[in-house]
């Protein structure tokens, strides 16, 4: 099974940029679909974005649409996630996760999901 660390957290200011990284472990992360998923203060984990194994399909939360992007290098076992112009609403911790079992696929269900990181905290101040 994969494991996952997250980093790149931190906090900025409102319309400032972040890059998260998910370095994984294990000989299933180039076969994976992965996802980020996010869970602001007093409220539910919610999925950002997610990638199949090859790159070739991505998606995201419409709120997030055009301003983050999730992006894979399979050779450093590393998934990503560009912010940009970031909102105070964005502020939560992030999740990666992993998904072996579906051939790889990206999906925006949190329970396909059978690996996750510890989280990093982002906060976006107005």
Same mark, same amino acid.
């Given at each position: 099974?994969?494991?996952l660390?997250?980093?790149?957290g ?8 972040? %890059?998260l990284?998910? *370095? ?7 076969? /994976?679909g992965?996802?980020?998923f996010?869970q602001?203060?007093?409220?539910? %984990?919610?999925?950002? *974005? ?10 995201? *939360? ?10 894979? =290098? ?15 609403? =964005?502020t ?5 996760? *992993?998904?072996? %079992?579906?051939?790889?696929s ?5 329970? =396909?999901? =059978?690996?996750?990181g ?5 906060t976006?101040? /107005?």
């Amino acid at each position: 099974q994969v494991q996952l660390v997250e980093s790149g957290g931190g906090l900025v200011q409102a319309g400032g940029s972040l %890059r998260l990284s998910c *370095a994984a472990s294990g000989r299933t992360f180039s076969s /994976s679909g992965m996802g980020w998923f996010r869970q602001a203060p007093g409220k539910e %984990r919610r999925f950002v *974005a997610t990638i199949n194994w090859n790159g070739g399909s991505l998606y995201y *939360a419409g709120s997030v649409q055009g301003r983050f992007a999730i992006s894979r =290098d399979n050779a450093k076992n590393t998934v990503y996630l560009q912010m940009n112009s970031l909102k105070p609403e =964005d502020t939560g911790v992030y999740y990666c996760a *992993a998904n072996s %079992r579906s051939s790889g696929s990206a999906s925006s269900r949190g329970h =396909d999901y =059978d690996a996750w990181g510890q989280g990093t905290q982002v906060t976006v101040s /107005s």
